[in-house]
């Protein structure tokens, strides 16, 4: 296992640079206006009741909040519990599908997961020696995790893509190509659904959205403007995966919730408020990206190909003459 994770780490060496791995409390919330365009039907989500949001607090806490309604926020949350502690050792924690946990620090990456039954089978297990600088101030906004568990990193105007498996404690760098430039126009990314990413203008705080299908390698749609409204006003956003996004605002402590329907151009939930205070103080907000999915596949469709015609000869031609 050693010399495997030795490799691993030359492998993710190789992938990173990749050669070394607010406003005043009455602001008013987003106003979110629909995109013009044709009627059409409305997308189809589906997510787990009481799906859990965790956070750290500032003694390292990890606290885990159920969500009763993950679909649309209604009821808010059910009292939270502490599930774990000692994360005020990471710069930054992100949640992953299946109880998993990712912890950057100056010294690398870090693993927890945590099974269906409440308990801790993985704890703190290192799986890079880099990709710490994430956890940086500067750096915090420019990593998430999507529901099918791969990590969007932005790295200098870049975006790539990287997936653990922590069967094999190795990394899927597959895809760690570059997928786009001009992402160092965000400030902070969030994947709301598998490869569907939201990125928050550093100039305005206008929320833009995209969606890139790992399957085909391409782009279904890029950068396209689904709110101008100043989201700057919120300290974290994060998802429940489904086109969710859970926002805590910076003065006031509230948290909100939204929905954006892929389909519609609308937003079916927006916004509902789902915590009256005291999330500001929080290291970090994670909603758990697998509480919800859209329904449909929007993978496209492979193109046809006409089936190869023989080489026309003057025998061919005579028959089809």
Known sequence: MRQKHHKTQQTLRGARRWTALSLSAVAALPLLVAAPGTATAAETATCRANGPTYAVNADGDLLSYPLKSPLDGAGGYSPRTTIGGGFQRFGLLLAGPDGSFYGFKDDGVFYYHRTAAGSWD????????????????????????????????????????????????????????????????????????????????????????????????????????????????????????????????????????????????????????VGNGGWTPMRDVAAAPDNCSIVNDHTPAAPSLEPEQPPVTSTTMACAI
């Open 122 to 273: 993985v704890v703190g297990r290192q799986i890079s020696q880099h990709l710490g600088w994430l956890g940086t101030p500067v750096n915090r906004g420019h990593a998430t995790i999507d529901r099918a568990g791969w990590l969007w990193i932005v790295e200098d105007g870049v975006l790539r893509a990287i997936k653990y498996n922590p069967v094999t404690n190795d990394w899927d760098v597959g895809n760690s190509r570059p997928h786009d430039e001009g992402w160092g126009r965000y400030n902070l990314i969030v994947a709301a659904d598998a490869g569907v990413l939201y990125g928050r203008s550093a100039s305005d705080g206008q929320l833009y959205r995209s969606r890139y299908d790992l399957t085909s390698q391409r782009w279904e749609e890029r950068h396209v403007l689904v709110s101008d409204s100043d989201w700057n006003m919120f300290k974290s956003i994060s998802s429940n995966g489904g086109d969710t996004l859970l926002a805590t605002h910076t003065s006031t402590g509230k948290a909100f919730y939204y929905r954006f329907d892929e389909n519609t151009r609308k937003w079916p939930v927006a916004p509902v408020e």
